[in-house]
């Protein structure tokens, strides 16, 4: 997979996945501007921010 689909997939997903999604509005309202609370979620918990993350580490390769 190219760069380009790479970063094509991670933004479909994040548009159609994360933009409405209620756990991080409600941890964005209970922590502020504390992102650390909310990438952990996002990263270590929510099945779309694994797939996420599994995506970007072939944009390091």
Same mark, same amino acid.
């Given at each position: +997979?190219?760069?380009? #689909?790479?970063?094509? $997939?991670?933004?479909?997903? +994040? @548009? $159609? /996945?994360? /933009? %409405?999604?209620?756990?991080?509005?409600?941890?964005?309202?209970?922590? %502020?501007? *504390?992102?650390? /609370?909310? #990438? @952990?979620?996002? *990263?270590? $918990?929510? #099945?779309?921010?694994?797939?996420?993350?599994?995506? %970007? /580490?072939?944009?390091?390769?």
């Amino acid at each position: +997979m190219s760069r380009l #689909d790479v970063l094509t $997939q991670i933004n479909l997903l +994040m @548009n $159609q /996945k994360c /933009k %409405g999604c209620k756990t991080h509005y409600e941890l964005s309202k209970l922590h %502020g501007s *504390n992102f650390s /609370k909310i #990438d @952990n979620h996002c *990263n270590k $918990q929510c #099945d779309v921010g694994k797939q996420i993350q599994e995506l %970007g /580490k072939q944009l390091t390769k």
